[in-house]
């Protein structure tokens, strides 16, 4: 997990929005106390947690739903994996 590109706190929040997790969701899911996950968001950039807490997070968001996005030119970024998406939108066209 070395190669593995760090996600940013702002990349956490965003995540955690997206799937409307509570801070305290994101902890159980990782097992990690609050305080840790809180010292992630505050961050922009990488948090200064520890490389295993910041994977034991990506993988309990990713496991949830979410993909993280590299700089790409745009910045860093969240979205719904494509299987979650695709859900998302066949709901949407039934309203």
């Known amino acids: 997990m070395e190669n593995m590109i760090a996600i940013t706190g ?9 799937i409307r997790w ?6 159980n899911a990782t097992g990690l106390g609050l305080s840790t996950i809180r010292r992630a968001e505050a961050e922009d950039g990488v948090p200064s947690i ?6 034991a997070v990506r993988l309990a968001l990713e496991a949830a739903g979410i993909e993280f996005i590299p700089a790409n030119g ?3 970024g969240v ?16 309203q």
């Open 74 to 76: 745009g910045g860093v």
């Open 50 to 55: 520890t490389n295993a807490n910041l994977n």
């Open 22 to 27: 509570a801070a305290t969701d994101l902890a």
């Open 10 to 18: 702002a990349q956490i929040r965003a995540a955690r929005a997206l």
């Open 79 to 94: 979205r719904f994996k494509e299987s979650v998406a695709q859900s998302t939108i066949k709901g949407d066209v039934d």
